[in-house]
């Protein structure tokens, strides 16, 4: 279930947030005039997310070049790595 507050609770209860944030490494969504406005989260959880997100990326990428058959032998690709150490 997410947790909600108002805004006016970023300014007044920012240390309760901040601890909620932290603690379930989950985002507060914040309310602006009874509407959703801000998702906060903690830097560790935002650092997570985005890790996530770019290996998606590179995971999509990996099968796009499967699917142009963009792709070489692993001894191959092995080899050029050890090479290069």
Do not use: W
């Amino acid at each position: 279930m997410p947790f909600i507050r108002a805004s006016s609770d970023l300014r007044n209860k920012y240390n309760e947030i901040s601890d909620f944030c932290h603690k379930y490494d989950e985002p507060v969504y914040i309310t602006k005039n009874g509407q959703g406005d801000l998702a906060v989260m903690s830097i560790e959880t935002y650092e997570k997310l985005i890790g996530k997100f770019e290996l998606y990326k590179l995971i999509d990428e990996g099968i796009a070049d499967i699917n142009k058959n963009k792709t070489r032998p692993f001894k191959e690709a092995l080899a050029d790595i050890q090479k290069d150490l």
